[in-house]
């Protein structure tokens, strides 16, 4: 996209863009410690750990 848009986006192209957008599933990654299915580039919320460390308590 440019900074100053050639052409109007027709509403038909702006929503089919917007439909698109939350299809893809959310993936899955497993923790490196418990093995527990976690969302990447978070801490794992069953250990805690990210990084192979513990850095947040579970309790
Ligand atoms: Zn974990």
């Known amino acids: ?3 100053c848009p050639k052409n109007k ?7 089919k863009r ?3 957008w939350k299809m893809s599933a959310t993936s ?7 093995g527990e299915l976690m969302l990447p580039h978070r801490v794992c919320k069953a250990c805690g750990s990210y990084n192979k460390r ?6």
């Open 18 to 20: 917007r439909a698109n």
């Open 28 to 34: 899955l990654v497993k923790c490196s410690k418990c």
């Open 9 to 15: 986006t027709s509403r038909g192209r702006r929503d």
């Open 1 to 3: 996209m440019s900074i």
């Open 54 to 59: 513990e850095i947040v308590t579970v309790d």
